[in-house]
């Protein structure tokens, strides 16, 4: 029979457990200053240990020197002084007169399909099951005016939908109206046919006749921008072709846009500065604020006691004291730990504002592009202590409004080209723009070309990463440049 025996190990294990605190704090990084604001009002109607208190002074700010109180009071004599750039993003009063009541009026604005539907009505004679059609088929339609589907699948739609499916002819014949509705080029199913349904608007002569020509027969030509071969193929004078050329440039490739999506869209596209920074230039100093209308928190005072013990003597009333008291607890512990999230969000946020302004001082100075130093996520973790993944979160979808206007953070971050090179991206961006726009345009400058350019400024950078930066300067390759 085996003897058994009691023996001690000793093991080493290396484990990572994520702090719940340090998830929240990545999770409201992330959060823009609106959304924050949404988590901050839900958070109060959740938890009724939690109240908002009034603040009897200004947001927090950080002045680089002086409190946020000392400058507005020395730099603005009045509340009318104060630049519209900080009272936008402060206070939006309604008794204030720079306050636009309309601007959150209800859309009164059509969209597409509202606009092109009354069109149809009041300009044709559809009747009310061809109506129906016109409505699929406008609801086909891209945010620039082109159909985005065949004809035949749109009946199948309504074949479900509807309960019938419209014939070819009908659906042919429906389609040619919404086609012949304003703006011309609505309902086009591709550039070309968008283009041509333009140019059919228009009283025949030399001119229309030959673009007419070029964008049937010769587009691919024409989109290639071999002049010289479109010229020999038609046959016709430089001048006639330069004519027709000039004419197609003044269509309009998304006839949609125009009807736009009321006020409503716009306010969807609407973006709030996370960050605002004013700038005296008599004392060369900034004064960074956290834009919002985000309360200062506290603990309700009835939570804020511990629970008193009961002199009862029933068990049925202790226990429901002690549920009592149980809740309490944690609606204060709950209000408690989101206080102090919000608070290391706001010092969290400032500190990286704070370190990116201090690299960014000639820019923020400027306004110039080109003075905008390299900087990566790296630079300012070292500055601010915080790690890469926490200032990645915190800039990712942040805007801060300055005097010279409103700009991403993510825009400020550029990678150097070399070790020593303070040279920034947005630097090669300005002189490169800069080569293009006085090249000859009948003779554009190659992307081997534009990397001599650039190096006899002074910016050694491959070609590849010439092309690359021209791409994004929205340039196509030399050839499609080319012009009359």
Do not use: W
């Amino acid at each position: 029979m085996a003897k058994e025996r009691l023996e001690q190990t000793q093991q080493l294990k290396l484990q990572q457990r994520i702090n719940p605190q340090h998830v929240a704090l990545g999770r409201v990084l992330e959060m823009s200053a609106p959304e924050f604001e949404e988590e901050v009002r839900r958070e109060l109607d959740d938890n009724p240990a939690l109240e908002a208190v009034d603040r009897s002074t200004s947001p927090e700010a950080d002045d680089f020197g002086e409190s946020a109180e000392q400058l507005q009071r020395a730099d603005y004599g009045s509340d009318d002084e104060v630049p519209f750039y900080r009272a936008e993003a402060r206070n939006r009063s309604a008794d204030d007169p720079r306050y636009d009541a309309a601007s959150f009026a209800a859309d009164d604005e059509e969209d597409m399909l509202g606009t092109l539907m009354e069109r149809l009505r009041s300009e044709t004679d559809l009747d009310s099951r061809q109506l129906l059609i016109a409505e699929y088929i406008i609801g086909n339609l891209d945010p620039n005016g082109y159909l985005t589907r065949p004809l035949p699948a749109i009946a199948g739609d309504m074949g479900v939908s509807e309960g019938f499916m419209p014939e070819d002819g009908e659906m042919r014949t429906v389609f040619e109206a919404v086609r012949g509705l304003d703006p011309a080029g609505i309902g086009a199913v591709d550039l070309r046919d968008c283009l041509l349904l333009q140019l059919d608007r228009k009283e025949a002569d030399t001119t229309v006749i030959t673009a007419r020509e070029i964008l049937r027969h010769y587009f691919d030509i024409f989109s290639r921008r071999h002049f010289d071969r479109l010229q020999n193929e038609l046959g016709i004078s430089r001048e006639n072709l330069s004519d027709a050329l000039d004419l197609i440039r003044t269509l309009n490739p998304k006839p949609g846009a125009v009807l736009g999506g009321g006020r409503g869209s716009d306010r969807t596209r609407h973006i709030s500065p996370d960050f605002v920074l004013d700038y005296d230039e008599v004392s060369d100093r900034f004064s960074l604020s956290l834009a919002g209308n985000v309360p200062e928190l506290a603990i309700e005072e009835s939570f804020r006691a511990d629970g008193r013990p009961d002199a009862s003597s029933n068990p049925e009333v202790q226990r429901r004291r002690r549920e009592a008291d149980e809740y309490v607890r944690r609606r204060r512990d709950s209000a408690a730990a989101f206080i102090a999230l919000a608070t290391m969000r706001s010092n969290t946020l400032m500190a990286i504002g704070r370190a990116i302004v201090d690299i960014q001082h000639r820019f923020f100075v400027t306004g110039d592009p080109a003075d905008i130093r390299p900087m990566i996520l790296k630079d300012v973790a070292e500055r601010t202590g915080l790690d890469i993944s926490a200032v990645s979160r915190a800039v990712s979808g942040k805007y801060i409004l300055t005097p010279h206007g409103m700009y991403a953070l993510k825009s400020l971050f550029n990678e150097r080209h070399g070790d020593d090179d303070d040279v920034s991206t947005p630097a090669i961006l300005k002189a490169l723009g800069e080569l293009i726009d006085g090249e000859d345009k009948n003779d554009p400058l190659s992307d081997r070309e534009l990397t001599e350019g650039l190096a006899a400024r002074g910016f050694d950078i491959a070609r590849r990463t010439v092309a690359k930066y021209r791409e994004r300067l929205g340039h196509p390759v030399a050839r499609l440049r080319k012009q009359l």
